[in-house]
């Protein structure tokens, strides 16, 4: 899950909550859309490999 961030970055969150805090994982912070998104599927290939 993908968010604007005020800066202009993008940021990267995980997409179920994290039980502890109650918040999503931050996956890591982005200066493009694209490279957001990128990382997001490198994440999903990951996870299932």
Do not use: C, D, W
């Not at 970055?9 to 995980?14: A, C």
């Not at 999503?24 to 982005?30: D, E, I, S």
């Not at 957001?36 to 299932?48: D, L, M, P, S, T």
């Amino acid at each position: 899950m993908i968010r604007k961030l005020k800066s202009g970055e993008y940021r990267l969150y995980s997409r179920k909550t994290n039980p502890k805090t109650g918040k999503r994982r931050n996956l890591g912070t982005f200066k493009s859309r694209e490279a957001a998104e990128k990382h997001e599927r490198e994440v999903q290939y990951f996870k299932r490999h």
